[in-house]
């Protein structure tokens, strides 16, 4: 049996970045001084060329880190390849898998490098799809850039702070979705992970849809999602045997 993920820390802006990572082992072998959960300090300057500096942290997740991070004047969100409790950074800042952990650390790099796979090709599809503005690897590990939406906030950050959706405005975010959905479908892409939390509302109004880790193409043949987001994800996704029938019933049943 595949163990049920570790919960995500934070509530940021774009959500954490993935979730579907398994426990760590009891006792995972570590290299001493490494530190296995640290993000990169505010200041740091990433990218093919530096030219991407760290002005806030968003939050981790089952993948690593996310930061929200300026270039010249135009700002970016930008995600981190540093698994969850299978990598370590050392004090030059970059990412190593820690040791008798490396098929792991290799495995959700290639999901990783999936992810960007499909944010990339779903980029630009519709304006309700967040948009992918760049890729590059730094620090031994990979990074993708996207659009920032300034004033945006998840739905679930909004109920929090007590701002409820009028049917009118809900009525908007279902059309939003569904033009999305649409245009994803039409590309062979499921996203598999439609819940509140990767739902952005822009200051327009606009709903924008994020967080393409669980996200697969429909000629690939899929595997169950081991964490799949109860209450929200389709019976299909919690397949015992690990193979699934997807498709678009699969995001509009969430």
Known sequence: ??????????DTEYGPPGNNTPHAPQSAPQ??????????PLGSRIGKHKEYTIEKYLGKGGFGHTYLVSNGKVKHVVKECAPLHFSQRDANGAIHPIPGCENDFNKLREDFSNEIDTLNAASGKDKCIVHLVDEFDDNHTKYYVMEYL??????????????ALNEDELKKVLDDLLGALEALHAANIIHRDIKPQNIMLTESGDSVLIDFGSACFMWKKAKAIRAASPHWAPPEEFAADYTVKIGPHTDLYE
């Open 31 to 40: 290299t001493p001084g490494a530190d296995t959960d640290q993000p990169l």
């Open 1 to 10: 049996a595949v163990p049920t993920p570790p919960p995500t820390q934070g």
């Open 150 to 163: 300034p004033g945006g906030s998840g739905l679930v950050l909004r109920h929090k702070k007590g701002r």
